[in-house]
């Protein structure tokens, strides 16, 4: 009897691990209006859809985790079912997908272009969706050229690309392409926010904000990362837990050197950069993020350029009080020597030294002279 309360505790167990579906499959968009951060192309779209003019080879190409896929298969649905997001209808079987990066041969394509000749069986149109295409060789791209160039009416390709450059000419020239942007901070941060109120999840803004901007313009990364610390930190996101755990400084570090620069304080502000290499952040990282931090102090200054830091309310005031003690030519001699301190990092072996001696003329700076 206990060996088999056992066995059914175990079973429920791996039941409920076997339920869990990572953020960027479960909140992966239906509709277009849930993509994040494309509206100009998912208007385009729906609007060719609309008055009948889409064009039969679409490309769409921009960095990774941005929705290119997930807007492929969205238009797949809804060529078919008329531009209509009707939920009780299922074109999937009208809708293929092949990944260019391992089925990229000659014959590969040959069986391709066998397959296009047949048409649906229901619905109007067969999709077919080849993600990575740059990965296709010389010779499939070429074999791929004439239907591309007169596919049957009833075909539509919709290619997908990291790496534009990479597909040759002849093939760009017979597509209809759409780049896609890197998705801002700000979108991504709200998505973030989104997500976590329908988890119940604890947070800090600042918090979604440093994971807005380690995921670099990547929304699927951004979505990975916020898996990650929701674990990290059993589901309470502050912004100690996530820049310890992500390993990268938080605005309010770079406040606190910067505030000590501007009071000319050198040792504590010694002081201060061994505490964080003592915590283990990477140098290299510092001396940028400080240029960064300049930067932004400096856009901090016209209210027209606010909007360039892509920061929360919070921060945003903090820069707005920082810029007022930070004279112009202060924050430009500043950006020049973090600038020099980046280009000189990887030719110096004492590296610590470098920064060291950075940081000193510029806490040193008076009113823009060095």
């Given at each position: 009897m206990?060996?088999?309360?056992?066995f059914?505790?175990?079973?429920?167990?791996r039941?409920?691990?076997e339920t869990?579906?990572?953020?960027?499959?479960?909140?992966?968009?239906?509709t277009?209006?849930?993509?994040?951060?494309?509206?100009?192309?998912?208007?385009?779209?729906?609007?060719?859809?609309?008055?009948n003019q889409?064009?039969?080879?679409?490309?769409f190409?921009?960095?990774r985790?941005?929705?290119?896929?997930?807007?492929?298969?969205?238009?797949?649905?809804?060529?078919?079912?008329?531009?209509?997001?009707?939920?009780n209808?299922?074109?999937?079987?009208n809708?293929?997908?092949?990944?260019?990066?391992?089925?990229?041969?000659?014959d590969?394509?040959r069986?391709?272009?066998?397959?296009?000749?047949?048409?649906?069986?229901v619905?109007?149109?067969?999709?077919?969706?080849?993600?990575e295409v740059?990965?296709?060789?010389?010779?499939?791209?070429?074999?791929?050229?004439?239907?591309?160039?007169?596919?049957?009416?009833?075909?539509?390709?919709?290619?997908?690309?990291?790496?534009k450059?990479?597909?040759?000419p002849?093939?760009?020239?017979?597509?209809?392409?759409?780049?896609?942007k890197r998705?801002?901070?700000?979108d991504c941060?709200?998505?973030?926010?989104?997500?976590?109120?329908?988890?119940?999840?604890?947070?800090e803004?600042?918090?979604?904000?440093l994971?807005a901007?380690k995921?670099?313009?990547?929304?699927?990364d951004?979505?990975?990362i916020?898996?990650?610390?929701v674990?990290?930190?059993d589901?309470?996101l502050?912004?100690?837990?996530?820049?310890?755990n992500l390993?990268?400084?938080?605005h309010?570090?770079?406040?606190?050197i910067?505030?000590l620069?501007?009071?000319?304080?050198i040792?504590?502000?010694?002081?201060?950069?061994?505490?964080?290499?003592?915590k283990?952040f990477?140098?290299?990282?510092f001396?940028?993020?400080?240029?960064?931090?300049?930067?932004?102090?400096?856009?901090?200054?016209?209210?027209?350029?606010?909007h360039?830091?892509?920061v929360s309310?919070?921060?945003?005031q903090k820069?707005?009080e920082q810029?007022?003690?930070?004279?112009?030519?202060?924050?430009?001699?500043?950006?020049?020597?973090?600038?020099?301190?980046?280009?000189?990092?990887?030719?110096t072996?004492?590296?610590?030294?470098l920064?060291?001696?950075?940081?000193?003329?510029?806490?040193s700076?008076?009113?823009g002279?060095?």
């Amino acid at each position: 009897m206990g060996t088999f309360i056992n066995f059914y505790l175990c079973f429920i167990r791996r039941k409920d691990m076997e339920t869990y579906i990572v953020s960027a499959l479960k909140y992966r968009p239906q509709t277009f209006d849930e993509v994040v951060g494309q509206t100009a192309i998912t208007q385009t779209l729906e609007n060719a859809i609309e008055k009948n003019q889409l064009a039969q080879a679409l490309l769409f190409c921009g960095p990774r985790g941005v929705g290119k896929t997930s807007c492929a298969r969205i238009l797949a649905k809804k060529i078919n079912s008329q531009g209509k997001d009707n939920p009780n209808e299922d074109f999937a079987f009208n809708i293929f997908e092949l990944d260019a990066a391992s089925n990229n041969s000659v014959d590969d394509i040959r069986s391709l272009n066998e397959q296009v000749r047949i048409p649906p069986q229901v619905g109007t149109h067969k999709i077919y969706i080849i993600d990575e295409v740059h990965m296709l060789s010389i010779g499939a791209f070429n074999a791929f050229l004439k239907t591309l160039e007169e596919p049957p009416k009833h075909v539509i390709f919709i290619l997908a690309t990291t790496e534009k450059q990479k597909i040759i000419p002849t093939i760009l020239s017979r597509c209809q392409t759409y780049d896609f942007k890197r998705i801002s901070v700000k979108d991504c941060k709200g998505h973030l926010q989104k997500i976590a109120e329908d988890q119940k999840i604890v947070f800090e803004e600042e918090a979604l904000d440093l994971i807005a901007q380690k995921a670099d313009g990547a929304l699927r990364d951004a979505l990975s990362i916020y898996d990650r610390m929701v674990s990290f930190t059993d589901r309470s996101l502050t912004v100690k837990s996530v820049s310890e755990n992500l390993n990268v400084l938080d605005h309010n570090t770079f406040f606190s050197i910067t505030e000590l620069i501007l009071n000319h304080d050198i040792p504590s502000l010694l002081l201060a950069f061994d505490d964080l290499l003592q915590k283990g952040f990477d140098e290299m990282q510092f001396i940028t993020g400080l240029g960064s931090h300049f930067r932004d102090l400096m856009v901090s200054k016209e209210n027209k350029t606010l909007h360039l830091l892509e920061v929360s309310t919070a921060t945003e005031q903090k820069f707005k009080e920082q810029t007022a003690n930070a004279p112009l030519p202060l924050l430009l001699n500043a950006i020049d020597l973090a600038s020099k301190c980046e280009l000189d990092y990887r030719n110096t072996k004492n590296k610590r030294l470098l920064i060291e001696l950075c940081l000193m003329q510029m806490a040193s700076l008076h009113f823009g002279e060095k």
